[in-house]
């Protein structure tokens, strides 16, 4: 990647300041998303200085619901993967804390956007909101602009030919409902968990399929059951495969896990971070009689992941 990730507002060189940036949460980097990055891009050519996007880690929601189920749609390292993608320069991965929350909508203009980050232009969504109690709305940002420095964009919400709004909730909807093709369609690319490999009970090894095994402590939990999957390995070369993500009624854990078995594949990936995508959804999680039967299953199942990944 050749993007720069900075992690804080405080302290910044004179050079890590001065972009036209985009701001908000962007988990997920949907296409509703890169329309405001899209907006902060216009504004950094014109300028001529360099595009950033601004975003928080952890999230805000995170903060303020400790205990709220896991909702993220992707990691920090996703995240600059995919505005690296779009040609982002930086990414401004801000610490969301009790500091940050404290700030007052004058005081995050001024103190984060205007003085900590020294930006040109900020381009936000129709519907974001800043400072404490999110009292801040993009018109109330666009005076601030006004007197601190910086000119601000807003971008219209963006609707889908059917005319549903292409957000994160959107996304997490049709994941949970096993709707990777819509999924898929918002994000402009399958959802994908990024997790080390773990060692598991090895039972699949007993029947011929062994699996690369993930925890996805943090991610949102798309519909259980079996996938068909791209899985992109550390040294690049991305392997089909098929994909149990749940809990596994016939030998029931606590906590979801992603695991999957790579076709053709046999090499230890324990200890290494890959990243697999859910490409299509074969279905839901079931109870088998014993290991024959499950067999049985898994062969027919990678049959039809094969057939879905052509």
Same mark, same amino acid.
Request: negative net charge; glycine residues 10%.
């Given at each position: 990647?050749?993007?720069?990730?900075?992690?804080?507002?405080?302290?910044? &060189?004179?050079?890590?300041?001065?972009?036209?940036?985009?701001?908000?949460?962007?988990?997920?980097?949907?296409?509703?998303?890169? @329309?405001? %990055?899209?907006?902060?891009?216009?504004?950094?050519?014109?300028?001529?200085?360099?595009?950033?996007?601004?975003?928080?880690?952890?999230?805000?929601?995170?903060?303020? =619901?400790?205990?709220?189920?896991?909702?993220?749609?992707?990691?920090?390292?996703?995240?600059?993967?995919?505005?690296?993608?779009?040609?982002?320069?930086?990414?401004?991965?801000?610490?969301?804390?009790?500091?940050?929350?404290?700030? &007052?909508?004058?005081?995050?203009?001024?103190?984060?956007?205007? $003085?900590?980050?020294?930006?040109?232009?900020?381009?936000?969504?129709?519907?974001?909101?800043?400072?404490?109690?999110?009292?801040?709305?993009?018109?109330?940002?666009?005076?601030?602009?006004?007197?601190?420095?910086?000119?601000?964009?807003?971008?219209?919400?963006?609707?889908?030919?059917?005319?549903?709004?292409?957000?994160?909730?959107?996304?997490?909807?049709?994941?949970?409902?096993?709707?990777?093709?819509?999924?898929?369609?918002?994000?402009?690319?399958?959802? @994908?968990?990024?997790?080390?490999?773990?060692?598991?009970?090895?039972?699949?090894?007993?029947?011929?399929?062994?699996?690369?095994?993930?925890?996805?402590?943090?991610?949102?939990?798309?519909?259980?059951?079996?996938?068909?999957?791209?899985?992109?390995?550390?040294?690049?070369?991305?392997?089909?495969?098929? @994909?149990?993500?749940?809990?596994?009624?016939?030998?029931? %854990?606590?906590?979801?896990?992603? $695991?999957?078995?790579?076709?053709?594949?046999?090499?230890?990936?324990?200890? =290494? &971070?890959? $990243?697999? $995508?859910?490409?299509?959804?074969?279905?839901?999680?079931?109870?088998?009689?014993?290991?024959?039967?499950?067999?049985?299953?898994?062969?027919?199942?990678?049959?039809?992941?094969?057939?879905?990944?052509?």
């Amino acid at each position: 990647m050749t993007i720069e990730v900075i992690r804080d507002w405080r302290g910044l &060189t004179e050079a890590q300041k001065g972009a036209a940036v985009a701001v908000g949460a962007f988990d997920g980097v949907h296409h509703g998303h890169q @329309a405001v %990055i899209a907006g902060a891009r216009e504004a950094a050519q014109h300028l001529g200085v360099p595009l950033g996007v601004v975003s928080f880690h952890p999230h805000p929601r995170r903060l303020f =619901q400790p205990d709220v189920a896991p909702f993220a749609l992707m990691t920090p390292d996703q995240m600059a993967r995919a505005l690296d993608e779009l040609g982002v320069d930086r990414l401004y991965l801000l610490p969301f804390d009790r500091d940050m929350a404290g700030l &007052t909508d004058e005081a995050f203009a001024r103190q984060v956007l205007a $003085e900590g980050l020294g930006i040109k232009h900020a381009a936000v969504g129709f519907d974001f909101t800043f400072g404490k109690g999110r009292s801040g709305s993009p018109d109330l940002l666009t005076q601030y602009g006004q007197s601190l420095g910086f000119t601000v964009s807003v971008t219209e919400r963006k609707d889908d030919s059917d005319g549903l709004k292409l957000s994160s909730s959107a996304v997490r909807e049709a994941l949970k409902a096993g709707d990777m093709a819509r999924a898929t369609a918002i994000l402009g690319r399958p959802f @994908a968990i990024s997790g080390e490999v773990i060692h598991g009970d090895k039972r699949g090894r007993t029947i011929g399929v062994p699996t690369a095994n993930i925890a996805m402590p943090n991610y949102m939990r798309p519909a259980y059951g079996v996938y068909a999957t791209r899985t992109r390995l550390p040294d690049g070369r991305v392997i089909d495969g098929v @994909a149990n993500l749940g809990v596994r009624p016939m030998y029931e %854990i606590e906590d979801p896990l992603l $695991e999957v078995w790579l076709f053709d594949f046999n090499e230890s990936l324990y200890g =290494q &971070t890959v $990243e697999t $995508e859910l490409v299509a959804f074969l279905r839901g999680e079931m109870k088998f009689d014993d290991l024959d039967a499950l067999k049985v299953q898994i062969d027919a199942d990678a049959k039809a992941a094969k057939a879905a990944l052509v």
